[in-house]
């Protein structure tokens, strides 16, 4: 056991993150999301919701500042009214570590899907909100 390791951090999501290089991205998808059909690597969190992940990810990893957007969304689909409020939670909390806020884009639903396969990692969660997912691109740790 250590000290000062936040408990929904599993062993295998820390491992991940310390093992993940600058520009490589884990996607941190909601409930929904067919999440062993679209990655290599799957942490299970679930019972736990996107923001208080997210946040946790943030305190330890920072975003990469040499890309206009390293803040990836599922875009809603067309003709879809459903606004996604849980992504103002999630500027909120970027605020908290990164000077510049999210800097996110959000892409179709099908793009988001290829970009996942992509990814370093996903984190599956229990979270219920619609259009919940975020793909994230590791920066360079500053001291």
Do not use: C, Q
């Not at 999440?35 to 799957?42: D, E």
């Amino acid at each position: 056991m250590l000290k000062n390791i936040p408990s929904i951090l599993s062993p295998e999501l820390l491992k991940i993150l310390m093992e993940m290089e600058h520009s490589d991205e884990i996607v941190i998808a909601d409930g929904n999301f067919p999440s062993h059909a679209h990655a290599r690597n799957v942490v299970r969190l679930d019972g736990h919701g996107i923001p208080e992940i997210l946040d946790t990810v943030l305190s330890l990893m920072p975003l990469d500042r040499y890309v206009e957007n390293p803040a990836v969304l599922m875009k809603v689909s067309d003709g879809d009214p459903y606004k996604p409020e849980i992504w103002d939670s999630y500027r909120k909390i970027a605020l908290k570590y990164e000077k510049d806020g999210l800097r996110e884009t959000a892409v179709d639903r099908f793009e988001f899907y290829e970009r996942a396969k992509n990814a370093y990692a996903l984190i599956t969660t229990g979270e219920t909100a619609l259009y919940a997912n975020i793909i994230l691109k590791k920066g360079v740790v500053i001291n």
